[in-house]
């Protein structure tokens, strides 16, 4: 197969569409394909050989932000499988996720002190570590995209309230 700058981000990397991804074999890949397309290596070739070495680089970049991310790759895969995520217009969660959200908003509110934040953080971190997990399993083994979908935009809402638990430790910590 001939790899064009429409091929998929898997394709340019050379990796199954899939969640699962093993990041030192993406970073070591990523590092090669940089080599064979850095722009400095078209440095004395005409201006059409520098200008596709140069988006050559730019794509493969944005394809391995992609690939090294889990929140993204999981959105990827999304659309690719015509599920997007569509974040900003379907905001829809199960109930008992939100009253999950709304219970971790109001600890964070009544939250008194860095080692309450701290378990607060660590509640967290499991929290996406498990949702990390059945993002694998819903893409790999369910090859379910539009509950992936759901799953991706859940985990953004937990993404946002790990950030914002961070923020209150820093604020704390100065």
């Known amino acids: ?6 091929s998929t981000d898997f394709e340019i990397f050379g990796l199954p569409p899939q969640f699962a991804v093993e990041r030192s074999a993406l970073d070591a890949r990523w590092k090669e394909l940089q080599r064979e397309a850095h722009p400095d290596r078209f ?11 140069m988006q050559w680089s730019v794509r493969i970049n944005e394809a391995y932000q992609r690939l090294k991310d889990p929140v993204k790759r999981a959105s990827y895969l999304c659309e690719l499988n015509g599920a997007p995520i569509e974040a900003e217009n379907n905001t829809a969660m ?3 996720f939100l009253m999950q959200q709304m219970q971790w908003r109001e600890d964070l509110e009544e939250a008194d002190g860095v080692a309450d934040l701290e378990k607060m953080a660590d509640d967290v971190a499991q929290a996406r570590r498990d949702m990390l997990e059945g993002l694998r399993a819903t893409a790999d083994e369910q090859g ?9 935009r859940a985990l953004m809402f937990v993404e946002r309230f790990s950030r914002d638990v961070d923020q209150r430790l820093d604020q704390l910590g100065q």
């Open 43 to 53: 440095a004395t070739a005409d201006a059409q050989a520098q200008r596709q070495a």
């Open 94 to 96: 199960p109930a008992a």
């Open 144 to 152: 379910d995209f539009a509950a992936l979908a759901q799953q991706v």
């Open 1 to 6: 197969m001939t790899l064009t700058l429409q």
